[in-house]
């Protein structure tokens, strides 16, 4: 069997939110459980110095389409100025690069997550990034100028998040 991932963080939302999350704008409220805001949320949690992890939880984005609203989840976030995001609703989905507050759509990227509660899995180790829902691998692509960092997440009002792990990777 191959040897356990360690985990560097995880929390499952049933006492709340977990100190170690830093809010960086809106408002997280913790409702049977799970991580939800009135409001577009910014958190932030983890180490600068991270590398060669994955990200895994479940969510349940409250809408279709950007237009409507979006969340995102960033990997290797220096601030959140300087990161890798995918942004994500229930019919669109597409990774990013944001370098200097400009957030650049990575091509050929999009794909469409589904409806209701889905697994997550977001990659990311030596340049290489790829989501999974599901289990099934959606997009991926390459950029070595990103080496490590924390992890952002935004969420939209309405949006239900649960069970967030972040593990290293080989």
């Given at each position: 069997?191959?040897?356990?991932?360690?985990?560097?963080?995880?929390?499952?939302?049933?006492?709340?939110?977990?100190?170690?999350?830093?809010v960086?704008?809106?408002?997280?409220?913790?409702?049977?459980?799970m991580?939800?805001?009135?409001?577009d949320?910014?958190?932030?949690?983890?180490?600068?110095?991270?590398?060669?992890?994955?990200v895994?939880?479940?969510?349940?984005?409250?809408?279709c389409?950007?237009s409507?609203?979006?969340?995102?989840?960033?990997?290797y976030?220096?601030?959140?100025?300087?990161?890798v995001?995918?942004?994500?609703?229930d019919?669109?989905?597409?990774?990013?690069?944001?370098?200097?507050?400009?957030w650049?759509?990575v091509?050929n990227?999009?794909?469409?997550?589904?409806y209701?509660?889905?697994?997550?899995?977001?990659?990311a180790?030596?340049?290489?990034f790829?989501?999974?829902?599901?289990?099934?691998?959606?997009?991926?692509?390459?950029?070595?100028?990103?080496?490590?960092?924390?992890?952002?997440?935004?969420?939209?009002?309405?949006?239900?998040?649960?069970?967030f792990?972040v593990?290293e990777?080989?």
């Amino acid at each position: 069997p191959p040897p356990a991932q360690a985990v560097l963080f995880e929390d499952d939302f049933e006492r709340g939110l977990s100190p170690a999350w830093q809010v960086v704008s809106g408002n997280p409220i913790v409702v049977n459980g799970m991580l939800s805001a009135d409001k577009d949320t910014w958190l932030l949690v983890g180490d600068t110095g991270w590398s060669n992890y994955e990200v895994l939880f479940e969510a349940d984005a409250a809408d279709c389409w950007f237009s409507w609203s979006e969340n995102a989840l960033a990997v290797y976030v220096q601030d959140l100025d300087d990161m890798v995001a995918i942004k994500w609703a229930d019919c669109e989905s597409y990774w990013y690069t944001v370098r200097n507050g400009s957030w650049k759509e990575v091509p050929n990227s999009e794909f469409g997550p589904g409806y209701e509660m889905l697994s997550l899995r977001i990659l990311a180790r030596d340049g290489q990034f790829a989501v999974y829902v599901d289990g099934l691998k959606m997009t991926s692509f390459f950029d070595a100028s990103f080496s490590g960092g924390r992890i952002a997440l935004m969420i939209a009002k309405n949006t239900l998040i649960d069970n967030f792990v972040v593990r290293e990777t080989e």
